[in-house]
């Protein structure tokens, strides 16, 4: 076996790797290949169980549909590089996808509607309207003010004692609206104060940890 994919299989999934038994749906690696760019960039290793068992590709249709979702199935276009390697008489695809900061990936979700897709751990997924309008403003550089009010003081004095928080609860507890909410984690998110977190099931806000 390649030492090359011998290593890549024992480092298991993660932000970073992704294996794939067989590609079966472009729209479905679409937004694989989008999380990935809109990350930190990454690998997939098609024909390759996620156990890390090598299985092999098993059509040379796979290819295609790789390109067909970079291409189809991505706005705008990714550009990947490919490697075939062949281990015990079994073809493994190596597809490398770059992290690009300059703009966002969008793939279609199961309901057909283009969704920005994060890279977190070994999971793809959706960006929400806080990750997007904080992106956004990061990426036009423009000054971010903030005025330091009660409702302020309000999410960092809640964060100190509990450590996370959501929007439902930050709206909550400063008696505010969920936009007015959104906009004071925004600005504390570009501002590097606060950190946001993704799991599949909530979305969670913290203060950022120095280093």
Request: net charge positive; no cysteine; aromatic share 10%.
């Amino acid at each position: 076996m390649s030492k090359h994919i011998q290593k890549l299989i024992e480092e298991g999934e993660h932000q970073k790797l992704d294996f794939k038994f067989e590609i079966t749906d472009s729209k479905k690696i679409a937004r694989s290949l989008v999380a990935f760019t809109n990350t930190d960039g990454g690998k997939l290793l098609v024909g390759v169980k996620d156990n890390g068992a090598i299985a092999g590709v098993r059509s040379d249709e796979e290819i295609y549909m790789i390109e067909g979702a970079a291409q189809l199935y991505s706005k705008p276009e990714i550009k990947f590089g490919t490697r075939e390697w062949i281990i015990n008489g079994k073809t493994v695809l190596e597809i490398t996808i770059p992290k690009n900061n300059e703009v966002l990936h969008y793939a279609p979700n199961k309901d057909d509607k283009w969704r920005v897709y994060l890279r977190v751990n070994d999971q793809n997924l959706m960006a929400n309207k806080v990750w997007l309008k904080a992106w956004k403003r990061k990426k036009d550089k423009k000054n971010t003010f903030v005025k330091y009010t009660e409702k302020e003081k309000a999410l960092l004095e809640y964060l100190e004692k509990n450590q996370t928080i959501t929007l439902n609860k930050f709206a909550k507890i400063a008696h505010i609206s969920r936009s007015h909410a959104e906009n004071i984690l925004i600005n504390f998110i570009v501002l590097d104060i606060i950190a946001i977190r993704f799991t599949e099931k909530q979305t969670f806000y913290s203060l950022k940890k120095v280093d």
